[in-house]
């Protein structure tokens, strides 16, 4: 390890001591590796290790970007699908789409404008499937 790696992980540390997040940032940045105290300090400080405290007075914590719980994509597309697969089954006692997606909406409790989203891209598909023309 170079001395100046070990200039950074001290000011790393007195950052850390400090609450200082640009400062602990900007080192972490420019750090080319992290071990010993630093590395210690750090993992102790998610932790929330309670030796610490004096000399460390937060704690870290991981947060998300943004407000509220991650969506689930694969979970979504595959209600979405599910919907879809209703709403063309519902089209063989309902062949007016409209009637169709109030049968699903009923049964299901989604709003139209969902069940419109996830009839579309099925509704285009099937319109070039009559028509000839191939799908962009």
């Known amino acids: 390890m170079t001395a100046d790696n070990d200039l950074k992980q001290n000011e790393f540390i007195e950052a850390l001591k400090a609450g200082n997040t640009k400062l602990v940032a900007n080192t972490l940045h420019q750090l080319k590796s992290l071990d010993g105290e630093a590395l210690t300090a750090l993992a102790d400080m998610f932790d929330g290790s309670p030796e610490l405290r004096h000399f460390y007075p937060y704690k ?40 169709a997606l109030a049968y699903v909406k009923d049964a299901t409790g989604v709003g139209l404008s969902t069940l419109k989203a996830d009839w579309a891209p099925f509704s285009k598909s099937s319109k070039s499937k009559k028509s000839g023309k191939k799908p962009n």
């Open 60 to 99: 870290l914590v991981l947060k998300r970007r943004t407000r509220g719980k991650p969506s689930n994509r694969l979970e979504t597309k595959a209600r979405s699908t599910t919907r879809a697969f209703m709403i063309a089954h519902a089209r063989k006692a309902y062949p007016k789409l409209e009637a």
